[in-house]
């Protein structure tokens, strides 16, 4: 990787990345204003190259937010916290790495066929309740990965799903 890069050719270059990995406008539009202020504080720093020191001294004087911990000292939210970090720690990654990993990508996986009707119905639940076509496709993905979880199990019907197949589940998602 090049290591003199502009702060603004890092953003501009992560956030085409970004688009070319398919991360949703909301993603991106939330991480813009931390971007340009990320911009603003480089340019009163007189700081022209991004770097992991430049990073870390914004967030830090700016936020009150370590990158190292992700631990606030000025009270901001948990949500915030993580997304600020976040906004600036996939700009590092892709300077330092040339890549950016999704940090909660769900695989597409199929519905293990002893649980189709149950997802079609699930489906169908979710239409009803005027959820979007993003939303009911981000759900189904939640689902299917439980079910095919479960399903590796050896647990071929609803009816057995229990309180303990979550619990265990939810143990491997933490």
């Known amino acids: 990787m090049e290591t003199n890069k502009t702060v603004r050719a890092v953003i501009e270059e992560t956030r085409s990345l970004m688009e070319a990995k398919s991360y949703s406008k909301s993603t991106l539009n ?4 931390y971007w340009d202020r990320l911009i603003e504080y480089a340019d009163n720093a007189k700081e ?33 916290v993580k997304l600020v970090t976040r906004s600036i720690d996939v700009l590092s990654e892709y300077f330092y790495r040339g890549e ?9 996986i199929g519905t293990p066929d002893c649980f189709v009707p ?3 119905h699930f489906e169908e639940y979710c ?8 939303t009911i496709s981000i759900k189904l993905r939640h689902v299917n990965a439980f079910l095919t979880y479960i399903f590796n199990d050896h647990i071929e019907k609803a009816e057995y799903i229990n309180r303990e197949c979550i619990l265990s589940y939810l143990k491997t998602k933490t």
């Open 48 to 80: 022209d190259y991004f770097s992991a020191g430049l990073a870390e001294r914004f967030v830090e004087e700016r936020y009150g937010i370590s990158l190292y911990t992700g631990k606030s000292v000025s009270g901001i939210p948990h949500w915030k």
């Open 118 to 120: 149950p997802t079609v």
């Open 127 to 134: 239409k009803s309740r005027y959820n979007s076509e993003l």
């Open 100 to 108: 950016i990993n999704r940090k909660h990508s769900i695989p597409a």
């Open 30 to 33: 939330s991480y813009r204003p």
